[in-house]
C-alpha cells in the first residue's frame, strides 16, 4: 500500500527517471545497431575472423557491468566524463555488442544457398544481392537480437545509476542507501515495466518491418 | 550458340587434384536444346556452371554467339544469360513481379517496360497476371514457384539459358505438364539452352542433342535417337538403358507414321460400294466415318462378303483412336491396352487423320536404325 501511494506521488518524477533510463538505452542500442549489424555482416565473409569477433563480444558480456563501469572511470576521466551518461552508454554499447553481431552474422550466413545461387547467377553485385535479398530476408532475427540487446541492457542502465547515470537506478539505489522498501520496489517494478513494454514494442516493429512474404 | 573450347576444371583439394571436367568440347548450335546427362558427379553440373562463371575454369574457352566469354566481367555475363536452379530460388521477400523483374532492374530497364513484361509472361505460363503478380513466392504451388522460377529466366530476354535440373524437383505428373509447356514455349523462342539431367526420360524428351558426360568427359554428343539408336560404347548403352529401343518410340508421332491414304468409308454407303473402295486399296478393313469426318467404326472385307444394305447395319465399334500429334509410346500403349493391331488417329478436332498399325511403327524404328551411324556425329568429341 505504502508503495501505492509513493507511486502515486511521485509519478512524474518516476516517469521522468524513466525516460532517462530510456534515453541511455536507445542511444547505446542505436549506436550498437550501426556498428553490430555491419561488423556482423563482414565477419560472413571469413569463418576464422568471425569465431574471434564472437568469442570477444562474448567476454565482454561476461565483465560485470559495475567492474566495466569502474575500468571506464580512470579512461573517460582524461575528458572529463569519468562518471555519468557517457560511460553508461559505452558500457551499453559494447554488451549490445554480443546479440546484434551474433543474430545478423546467423542470420545472413543462413540464407539459403539456393537464394544466394540464384542471385549471384542473376547477376546481382555483392552489394545487391546484400541490400535486396539477405538483409530483407536475415531482418526478423536481426531484430530478435536488438531486442535481447534492449531488455538486457535495461537491467544494466539501473546500475548505471552508481556512476551518476541517471535513470530508474536511482531509485532503487536510494532505496538501498536509505533503507526505503518504498522506493526500492517503485524502481524495480518500474525497471521491469520498462523492460516488458520495450520488448513488446519491438516485436510489433519486428513483425511489421519483416517482408511480407516472410510472414507466415 | 555456345561453343565449348577445351574446357577443364580441376579441383584442388587437401586429398589430391579431382578433375571435374577435362578438354570438354562441344557447340550447341543457336536455338536448340542439349542437355548434359550422366550420373552423379560426372561433371554436368560443373560444366554448365563453367558458362555463367559460378564456377571459374581452370582453362579453356566458352563462346556464346560467337563472342569469347572471358572479354566480359562476370555480372555483364550472368544478366545476358538465363539460369534457372532445381531449388526454384525464387526471393521470398519479393512478389512474383519483383522477382519476375530482378534482372530487368538490374540492367536498368523502365519499371513500366519490366512490369508490362513480367505480365506478358505470366500469361505465357498460363498464370493469371492479375492473379499473381502480387502474390509471393510461398502462396504458389511448386509446380506454379517452377514456372515463376522459368519465365524469370526469361524476363530480359536473354539469348542463352542455362538450365540445371530445373524440373527435378517437381512430382511425375507436374513435371510432364511443364517440360510439354516448356517445348511449347521454346518453339518459338527458340533460345540456346544448356539443360543438366540425370533423367534418360527428359533428356530424349526435350533435347535437340544430348551430350553424356562420364568422369568429366564427354562419352557421345548426339541426337536423342542417335544416342538411342547407336550408342558409342557400353557405357552409354548401360546408361540409356537396355529398354532403350522403346524409349525411342517417344522421339517420332503418329503424325509420322500413320498411313493417311487407308480407305474410309461413310455409314450411309452402300456396302457394294464400300467393297469396291477396299478392293482398290487392298486394306481389310476401312475406316467409319460420320458426317463431321469423325471416326466412328470400321468395317472389315470379310463381313462385307456377300451382304447388301448400307455400311451402318455392319461397322463395328472402334476400340479406341488416338491424336494424331500424340508420340508412338502412347500410341503402342493404347494398342496394347485394346489389344488390337491398328489405331484410326484424328487430328485437334476429333476428325479423322489416318491409320496406324504395328506393322508402321516396327517399321519406322527400323528406318531410324538404319540410318547412317555418324550423320550426327559430333566431331569435336574425343
Known amino acids: ?216 | 550458340m555456345i561453343r565449348l573450347e577445351d574446357l577443364t576444371k580441376i579441383f584442388r583439394t587437401p586429398s589430391g587434384d579431382i578433375v571435374a571436367a577435362d578438354r570438354v568440347n562441344m557447340e550447341v548450335p543457336e536455338g536448340e536444346i542439349c542437355i548434359l546427362l550422366g550420373p552423379s558427379g560426372c561433371g554436368k553440373t560443373t560444366a554448365l556452371k563453367m558458362i555463367n562463371r559460378l564456377i571459374p575454369p581452370t582453362s579453356g574457352k566458352i563462346f556464346i554467339g560467337g563472342k569469347d566469354t572471358s572479354q566480359l566481367n562476370d555480372i555483364e555475363l550472368r544478366r545476358n544469360i538465363g539460369y534457372v536452379i532445381q531449388q526454384i530460388g525464387l526471393f521470398p521477400n519479393m512478389t512474383i513481379e519483383e522477382n519476375i523483374c530482378v534482372v530487368p532492374r538490374l540492367l536498368q530497364w523502365d519499371i513500366k517496360r519490366a512490369k508490362t513484361r513480367a505480365a506478358e509472361l505470366l500469361d505465357l505460363v498460363g498464370l493469371d497476371a492479375r492473379q499473381y503478380l502480387k502474390r509471393y513466392p510461398k502462396e504458389l504451388s511448386g509446380g506454379q514457384q517452377q514456372r515463376v522460377g522459368v519465365i524469370r529466366a526469361l524476363a530480359a530476354d536473354p539469348p542463352v539459358m542455362l538450365m540445371d535440373e530445373p524440373f527435378g524437383a517437381i512430382d511425375p505428373i507436374n513435371r510432364e505438364i511443364i517440360q510439354d509447356e516448356f517445348l511449347k514455349m521454346q518453339s518459338e523462342l527458340k533460345k540456346t539452352i544448356m539443360f543438366v539431367s540425370h533423367d534418360i526420360d527428359e533428356a530424349v524428351k526435350m533435347g535437340d542433342k544430348i551430350a553424356i558426360f562420364r568422369a568429366g568427359k564427354i562419352e557421345q554428343y548426339a541426337s536423342p535417337d542417335q544416342i538411342l539408336a547407336h550408342p558409342e560404347n557400353a557405357f552409354v548403352a548401360d546408361f540409356v538403358g537396355t529398354d532403350r529401343t522403346l524409349k525411342r518410340l517417344r522421339l517420332l508421332t503418329a503424325e509420322e507414321v500413320a498411313d493417311r491414304n487407308a480407305p474410309i468409308t461413310s455409314r450411309s454407303t452402300k456396302v457394294e460400294d464400300a467393297r469396291q473402295v477396299l478392293a482398290a486399296s487392298k486394306a481389310r478393313f476401312a475406316v467409319v466415318i460420320d458426317g463431321e469426318n469423325r471416326p466412328v467404326g470400321f468395317i472389315t472385307a470379310d463381313e462385307m462378303r456377300g451382304a447388301s444394305g448400307t455400311v451402318r447395319e455392319l461397322a463395328n465399334r472402334l476400340p479406341a483412336t488416338v491424336p494424331i500429334r500424340a508420340d508412338l509410346r502412347a500410341v503402342v500403349s493404347e494398342m496394347f491396352a485394346h489389344d488390337t493391331m491398328w489405331l484410326a488417329c484424328t487430328d485437334d478436332n476429333g476428325r479423322y487423320a489416318g491409320v496406324i498399325s504395328q506393322p508402321d511403327v516396327t517399321t519406322a524404328l527400323r528406318a531410324t536404325y538404319a540410318s547412317a551411324p555418324d550423320a550426327a556425329h559430333d566431331p569435336g568429341a574425343p
Not at chain 1, 572529463?80 to 558500457?91: H, K, R, T
Not at chain 1, 549471384?120 to 553485385?125: A, Q, V
Open chain 1, 1 to 216: 500500500m505504502e508503495v501505492l501511494s509513493f507511486i502515486a506521488a511521485n509519478w512524474l518524477v518516476i516517469l521522468g527517471l524513466a525516460g532517462e533510463h530510456l534515453s541511455i538505452v536507445v542511444v547505446a542500442v542505436g549506436l550498437a545497431i550501426l556498428t553490430g549489424v555491419p561488423i556482423g555482416i563482414a565477419i560472413t565473409q571469413n569463418k576464422r575472423v568471425a569465431n574471434v569477433i564472437l568469442y570477444i563480444a562474448s567476454i565482454i558480456v561476461t565483465i560485470p557491468s559495475i567492474a566495466l563501469f569502474g575500468l571506464m572511470i580512470p579512461v573517460l576521466s582524461k575528458i572529463g566524463q569519468g562518471i555519468g551518461w557517457l560511460p553508461a552508454v559505452i558500457a551499453i554499447l559494447l554488451y549490445s555488442q554480443l546479440p546484434i553481431i551474433r543474430n545478423t552474422y546467423t542470420a545472413i550466413t543462413n540464407v539459403d544457398p539456393a537464394l544466394r545461387e540464384a542471385a549471384i547467377g542473376m547477376g546481382m553485385t555483392p552489394m545487391q544481392r546484400l541490400m535486396r535479398l539477405e538483409i530483407p530476408v536475415a531482418l526478423p532475427v536481426i531484430m530478435a537480437g536488438v531486442r535481447t540487446a534492449v531488455v538486457m541492457n535495461i537491467g544494466v542502465a539501473a546500475i548505471a545509476a552508481y556512476i551518476g547515470a541517471g535513470g530508474l537506478g536511482v531509485l532503487i539505489a536510494r532505496g538501498i542507501s536509505q533503507t526505503d522498501p518504498r522506493q526500492l520496489i517503485a524502481g524495480a517494478v518500474a525497471v521491469s515495466i520498462l523492460a516488458i513494454a520495450a520488448d513488446w514494442g519491438l516485436l510489433k516493429l519486428q513483425k511489421r518491418l519483416t517482408p511480407a512474404g516472410l510472414k507466415r
